[in-house]
């Protein structure tokens, strides 16, 4: 689980615009680097509320913001670094071994997530004193 806030990077997704708008597709091992096996999506969170809050042992993540705006608190045990989401064809990808919190969400924000895993609760570490010491340990 040795991973810096330093390997989270934000990728351009390819978007495609017409006169009828535009469409950004997403494919597995090539515009985000695994396969995706869970989609899931949080919206109708009220104006500057906060989600998230803990890391993945296994699982990959990456987000998107699919409507207004977010930032992503990232934290390796050492380093924080702050990625602001705002625009659909930029995703962030979060490896395991990250504490990420989802922070200062626009009124209608939608956050959309691609995981690496099915959900596995045992996969999630939610408090910051267990990361703390499991990152002290790598």
Known sequence: MKTS???????????????SGNITAIHNHINIPFAIKRVFY????????????????????????AGGSFEVELDDGINKRTINLNRPYFGLHIPPGIWAAEKSFSSGAVCLVFASHVYEEEDYIRNYVEFQELKLKE
């Open 42 to 65: 949080i919206y109708d969170i009220p104006g500057g509320e906060n989600r998230g809050a803990h890391a993945h042992i296994e699982c990959h993540q990456f987000l998107i913001a």
């Open 5 to 19: 806030v330093y390997d989270c990077s934000v990728v351009e997704l390819p978007k495609h615009s017409n006169r």
